[in-house]
């Protein structure tokens, strides 16, 4: 089958890029769009994994026809200015043995002639909410994932987060709560908010992975708390009109996600004190610190979003 036989919408390559895995699709949006899918353990040897995921997209033509644009949304740092000489490259990650990684590179090798739409796994999945999910019609947001690592991206005035480099909110440094002396887990900066944190700050911390903590372990009170600080601090800095948490440890294991989210909206109310008056974190805040639409699915459909805006059709 070629894309000149094929009547279907266009046909994207998705790659959602993280710590622990990479998720890889074919389709051209979320549901019965999303054709098929892989999964490939994040090892340390990055060659391995990019060849792993160019053979599949090779396997997925001789079924489904020719992609038309491949999208990347990857855990970071990553470069993602177009000038630089090592734009799409992973930069100072901490995952062991990916730094200096040329992502984009190793799919362009494969595939010379398709369009390829590269992004941060935050930024990546924020767009999939704003296409598909809980961002739409919503120019200021934020997606945050709390996963292997922390990050967030999104939108301001309807433009995904870029600068100097790209957003690492996951680095914010936070205050301490209720006396606690964990010395965190980040490489860089230690008791940052993804030392403190992230799925592998709470499995440090706590000898469990966080699905398997149970329900009244103290250390859910604890996250909530610092996640707590961590929105209202990027409330007072970006003032976005939604923030969206995903990723694996925002299902609050055994605690169960509608609870855990309730401790953290309670938890901004009673740090912001009054501060921002708004309804939206009033009344209102059930809608305004949400789970993804898209659910797990969020980063690979935005990775699909990627490769459509690669494509200008996006």
Request: with cysteine; glycine share 16%; hydrophobic share 40%.
């Amino acid at each position: 089958m070629t894309r000149s036989t094929r009547t279907n919408p266009a046909l994207v390559g998705a790659i959602e890029a993280g710590g622990t895995k990479f998720v890889c699709g074919v389709g051209s949006g979320p549901g019965d769009e999303l054709r098929s899918r892989a999964k490939f353990p994040t090892t340390d040897d990055p060659a391995r994994v990019l060849a792993q995921v160019c053979a599949w997209f090779e396997a997925q033509q001789r079924t489904h026809g020719k992609l038309d644009a491949i999208g990347i949304a990857s855990f970071g740092p990553v470069d993602l200015d177009r000038a630089s000489p090592t734009y799409g490259f992973m930069t100072s990650s901490p995952k062991a043995g990916w730094r200096n990684t040329d992502i984009v590179g190793a799919l362009r090798r494969v595939f010379p002639d398709i369009p390829i739409g590269f992004d941060t796994d935050v930024n990546g999945a924020g767009l999939g909410e704003f296409t598909w999910g809980n961002a739409r019609g919503l120019e200021d947001f934020v997606y945050i994932t709390i996963g292997t690592g922390i990050g967030a991206g999104g939108m301001a005035g309807g433009r995904l987060l870029h600068g100097l480099v790209h957003p690492e909110m996951g680095h914010l440094r936070l205050p301490r709560v209720g006396g606690d002396t964990f010395e965190g887990v980040c490489p860089y900066h230690g008791s940052c908010w993804e030392g403190l944190c992230s799925g592998l700050a709470m499995q440090v911390r706590t000898g469990m992975r966080a699905e398997e903590l149970p329900a009244d372990h103290p250390a859910w009170r604890l996250e909530a708390q610092y996640i707590a600080l961590a929105i209202e601090n990027i409330m007072y800095v970006l003032s976005p009109r939604r923030i969206i948490v995903g990723g694996s440890v925002r299902k609050g294991g055994q605690l169960g996600e509608a609870r855990f989210f309730d401790w953290i909206r309670r938890g901004v109310q009673a740090s912001l004190n009054g501060y921002v008056v708004s309804s939206s974190v009033g009344a209102g805040i059930d809608e305004y610190i949400v789970a993804p639409l898209l659910g797990d699915d969020a980063g690979v459909c935005g990775a699909i979003a990627l490769g459509l805006r690669a494509m200008g059709t996006g």
